[in-house]
């Protein structure tokens, strides 16, 4: 079994990564009017930041800042 230290590091590691694929970039795609135009900031991952951008902080960043209001 792993020492219980190491498990919160490897933890802490995993969700470093997980920023790491979701951080904040500029991004179009469609607004909350049903119009088009930039999204700033949008996810690096979620959706396509030049067509279909997902607005940052996007649902897998707000579980894992323990922010997700749904």
């Known amino acids: 079994m792993s020492d219980p230290i190491d498990l919160a590091a490897i933890r802490v590691d995993q969700l470093d990564r997980v920023r ?4 904040p970039v500029p991004g179009q795609g469609y607004l909350p009017d049903g119009g088009y ?3 700033a900031p949008s996810c690096s991952s979620c ?6 951008a997902v607005p940052w902080p996007c649902p897998t960043i707000r579980v894992v800042d323990g922010k997700d209001d749904q």
């Open 37 to 39: 135009g930039d999204i």
């Open 47 to 52: 959706g396509t930041p030049g067509e279909y």
């Open 20 to 23: 790491d694929l979701h951080r």
